[in-house]
């Protein structure tokens, strides 16, 4: 079974320019979730998909961040414009839709974003 | 507002040593909690779930057990090996929302 697919892997931009991630789920995957990893910090959830509608953007800097996920498969993330504050790893993580308290997400290999 | 921290924040062992890392969290009501590992540049593996109903669960070398009344969960590792260096993290679900909040992680380097 084909994992979480990212990419790019790697991307380096100046402030104030703009940056697209992309992220392919695991086939049959409804939930599909973007999280920012800062280094030395945990993964905090950007947001929250259940097949193409919204669950949860409560953290989503909505002012220059924007997410979307047409058809509900695979989802792209961007940032326009980009802040050094910006800087961090972009995980893409994707789990079934079954509300059991014994699934798990699987992630991606993730983004890694440096902003200068 | 759950807030989730691992303690230490880094650890150092000879191989061979059995080790402890700690997570705590600051509200009970949780669906699961789950010990991922992650690999430098490379995203999250899940070790271990246990849910609220359980007390521990055990793959291999590992055992986490998970107290809900005072918040705390434990990973053991036993017999520690070189490639077990990496990142443990933990993190709890809460509960009717399928979303993860995250501790800081403790950094673990097992020396040959």
């Known amino acids: 079974e084909a994992g979480v697919a990212q990419s790019p892997r790697y991307k380096i931009i100046e402030k104030r320019q703009s940056v697209a991630f992309w992220c392919n789920p695991i086939?049959?995957?409804?939930?599909l979730y973007w999280y920012q990893q800062i280094l030395g910090q945990g993964p905090k959830l950007l947001i929250q998909?259940?097949?193409?509608?919204?669950?949860?953007d409560s953290q989503l800097p909505k002012d220059r961040f924007s997410a979307e996920r047409l058809k509900g498969v695979d989802s792209t993330l961007k940032i326009q414009p980009a802040k050094l504050e910006d800087s961090a790893v972009y995980l893409c993580?994707?789990?079934?839709?079954?509300?059991?308290?014994?699934?798990?997400?699987?992630f991606g290999p993730g983004t890694r974003l440096l902003v200068l | 507002k759950q807030e989730v921290t691992q303690i230490p924040a880094a650890l150092s062992v000879p191989e061979g040593e059995n080790l402890v890392l700690n997570c705590s969290f600051t509200?009970?009501?949780?669906?699961?909690l789950q010990w991922f590992r992650q690999d430098p540049g490379k995203g999250l593996t899940s070790l271990l779930l246990?849910?609220?109903?359980?007390r521990e669960q055990t793959s291999g070398r590992l055992n986490a057990s998970l107290d809900k009344s005072s918040g705390r969960s434990t990973l053991y590792i036993a017999a520690s090996q070189p490639g077990d260096s990496a990142t443990y993290l933990c993190?709890?679900?809460?509960?009717?929302?399928?979303?993860?909040?995250f501790g800081t992680g403790t950094r673990l380097l097992v020396s040959p």
């Open positions: 246990i849910q609220s109903s359980q």
């Open positions: 509200d009970s009501a949780i669906y699961n």
């Open positions: 993580a994707s789990s079934p839709w079954q509300a059991a308290p014994t699934e798990t997400q699987y």
């Open positions: 998909f259940q097949n193409n509608g919204v669950v949860d």
């Open positions: 993190a709890v679900e809460l509960r009717g929302f399928q979303k993860l909040v």
């Open positions: 086939s049959g995957h409804a939930t």
